[in-house]
C-alpha cells in the first residue's frame, strides 16, 4: 500500500516562495513505524529564473557615449543570451540617441563559441567606454571590475562566460527523507532535474525508474519542498517570480534494506 501526495507552491499562506514553501497539514499523517520510503514521480517547473536581476545585483548596465557622459541603465529582469544583452545595449543607446550612425554603435558585446569568452568592441577613436565597476554583469561576461575603453581589437574576457550562472540542472530536495548527499553533506535530494525546455517553457519530470529515500519520520505535521541548482543554490539563483511549481510523491512501505554510511 502506498500513499500519494500532491504538492503545489500555488495559493500559499504568508507569501512564500515557489522555489522554497512548506505545506502544513491541518490532519498529520500518521504511520505505524519508521520503516518507509519516498521518491518523487513527477515534477513540473516553468523555467521562470532569471539570468539578470536586481536580486542578482547584475542588472546595471554602464557606458560612456561618443560625448563622454556616462549612461546608467537598468535590464530589465529576465534570461539573457550574449546577443539579447548585446541587442539591449543598442536598445539603450537608440533610446538616448547615442549611436555614431543609425544603426550603428560604439559599443558592441559579442561571443566567440571556439574560446568560449565575450569579446567586446568599443569603436577605436571615439569616447565611448564600457563601465563594468558597478554590480555584477562582469561575472556574467567574465570580465573583471573593469572599464573597457577605446581601442583598435576587441577587449577579451579573462574567465569563460556564465552566461546562464552555471546552472546546469535543478534538485528537489525535502525535509522528510534522509539517506542522500550533496557533495559530503547528507541532503533531502529527491530527484535531479534536467533543464529540457527554454525560458518560460515548462519542464516536464516524469522519472521512469523511480528513487526511493528512506523516511524516518513516523508523523508528518508538514514538508518543506526546496528547488535549486545543482550545487544547491535555491534564490537569489532559482528565482520562479511567482511561478507555480508543483510535486507528485509516493510514500510506501520500505521493501529493501538501506545501506547505512558509517562515519
Known amino acids: 500500500m502506498s500513499t500519494t501526495i500532491n504538492l ?12 522554497n514553501f512548506t505545506v502544513n497539514f491541518k ?21 521562470a529564473w532569471p539570468s539578470i536581476s536586481s536580486n542578482l545585483k547584475n542588472d ?30 543598442h536598445a539603450f543607446m537608440i533610446a538616448n540617441g547615442d549611436e555614431i550612425a543609425p544603426g550603428v ?13 565575450i569579446e567586446i ?12 565597476t558597478v554590480g555584477d554583469l562582469n561575472l556574467l561576461l567574465g570580465f573583471g571590475k573593469v572599464v573597457l575603453a577605446a581601442q583598435a581589437g576587441p577587449h577579451v574576457g579573462t574567465e569563460l562566460a556564465n552566461i546562464n550562472n552555471n546552472v546546469l540542472s535543478l534538485l528537489v530536495s525535502t525535509d522528510i527523507v534522509s539517506g542522500s548527499f550533496l557533495n559530503e ?9 534536467p533543464i529540457n525546455a527554454g525560458p518560460h517553457e515548462e519542464i516536464q519530470f516524469n522519472p521512469s525508474n523511480l528513487i526511493w529515500l528512506p523516511m524516518e519520520l513516523k508523523k508528518i505535521q508538514r514538508i518543506t519542498m526546496t528547488l535549486s541548482d545543482q550545487s544547491g543554490r535555491s534564490f537569489p ?11 507528485s510523491i509516493i510514500i510506501r512501505k520500505r521493501r529493501d534494506q538501506t545501506l547505512t554510511l558509517n562515519k
Not at 237 to 247: A, K, L, P, R, T
Request: glycine letters at 8%; a negative charge; proline letters at 2%.
Open 237 to 247: 539563483i532559482i528565482d520562479m517570480q511567482g511561478e507555480e511549481v508543483s510535486y
Open 105 to 117: 554603435f560604439g559599443i558592441s558585446i559579442f561571443a566567440n563559441f571556439s574560446t568560449g569568452r
Open 121 to 132: 568592441v568599443v569603436t577605436d577613436g571615439t569616447l565611448f567606454e564600457f563601465d563594468m
Open 60 to 89: 546595471t548596465l554602464r557606458y560612456v557615449n561618443g560625448a563622454g557622459t556616462l549612461r546608467v541603465e537598468t535590464i530589465p529582469a529576465g534570461q539573457y543570451t550574449v546577443q539579447s544583452i548585446n541587442d539591449q545595449l
Open 27 to 47: 490532519n498529520p499523517l500518521n504511520f505505524n513505524d519508521a520503516n518507509y520510503e519516498v521518491a518523487m514521480y513527477n515534477a513540473s517547473v516553468i523555467f
Open 185 to 193: 553533506n547528507s541532503a533531502g535530494v529527491l530527484a535531479t532535474i
Open 8 to 19: 503545489s507552491s500555488e495559493n500559499l499562506q504568508f507569501d512564500q516562495a515557489s522555489e
